[in-house]
């Protein structure tokens, strides 16, 4: 069962352009949602992160907005550029303490980014 | 941002044999790692979770006979396909976290191609 739904699937943005990506989730006892960046044949990399106490997070071109009552979490990318032409997936977790549990990843959204 | 070195970052092997792939932590003692398998176009699954210098715990399905994984240090946990064949072939990518750390850190993958 995926505990993590990412849509869509695959995304096609024109340079300049808004890029969103939507994520639900069903487990209430989530309370860290990541988003990562994978380029082609690279580990995935941490682009951004919020936590429930908050309902919105900004760091330069990125924004993650998030409705704990929706238990739904997006991305939103800003001037979008060729650059990020990627895959983004989201994730969800149960912090213990200091310590991060297990991610649930979605199942990824191919961004392509056109010139 | 801490750094998490995997090697090799592509390797080819005939079927039969066995293939190491190695994970650490560069600037930062990893209490917890976890290894991962993603085929192309898909999402990350989670195979084990590591505990330094416990035995690791497989996802439900993972054989832990052919998938060795060793934490013995905590700057490094290793992934042992066991008598390889064809179907192992995947990207295996590894991430950790130390104590404190609320970051997963995930190393650049591993291909393994199974001749």
């Known amino acids: 069962q995926q505990q993590v739904k990412q849509s869509p699937q695959s995304l096609i943005v024109q340079k300049g352009g808004i890029s969103i990506i939507n994520c639900a989730y069903e487990?209430?006892?989530?309370?860290?949602f990541p988003w990562y960046q994978q380029f082609p044949g690279k580990g995935p990399a941490l682009l951004i992160a919020?936590?429930?106490?908050?309902s919105e997070k900004k760091e330069g071109r990125f924004t993650i907005s998030f409705n704990k009552s929706a238990k739904q979490f997006s991305l939103h990318i800003m001037d979008s550029q060729p650059g990020d032409s990627a895959t983004y997936f989201c994730?969800?977790?149960?912090?213990?303490?200091?310590?991060?549990?297990?991610?649930?990843f979605g199942r990824g959204t191919q961004l392509t980014v056109w010139p | 941002g801490a750094v998490v070195s995997q090697h090799p970052s592509w390797v080819i092997c005939k079927s039969g044999t066995s293939v190491k792939i190695e994970c650490r932590s560069l600037?930062?003692?990893?209490?917890?790692m976890f290894w991962y398998r993603q085929f192309p176009k898909q999402s990350l699954m989670l195979m084990a979770t590591?505990?330094?210098?416990?035995?690791?715990?497989?996802e439900q399905g993972v054989e832990k006979d052919k998938f060795l994984i060793n934490h013995a240090s905590l700057t490094l946990s290793t992934l042992t396909v066991t008598s390889a064949h064809p179907e192992d072939s995947s990207f295996y990518i590894c991430?950790?976290?130390?104590?404190?750390?609320?970051?997963?850190?995930f190393g650049a993958g591993t291909r393994l191609s199974v001749l």
């Open positions: 991430s950790a976290h130390g104590t404190g750390e609320n970051i997963q850190y």
């Open positions: 487990n209430t006892a989530f309370d860290y």
């Open positions: 919020i936590r429930p106490d908050v």
């Open positions: 994730a969800a977790s149960i912090e213990r303490g200091s310590t991060l549990g297990r991610l649930y």
């Open positions: 600037d930062f003692q990893a209490t917890t």
């Open positions: 590591s505990n330094e210098g416990s035995k690791a715990t497989y």
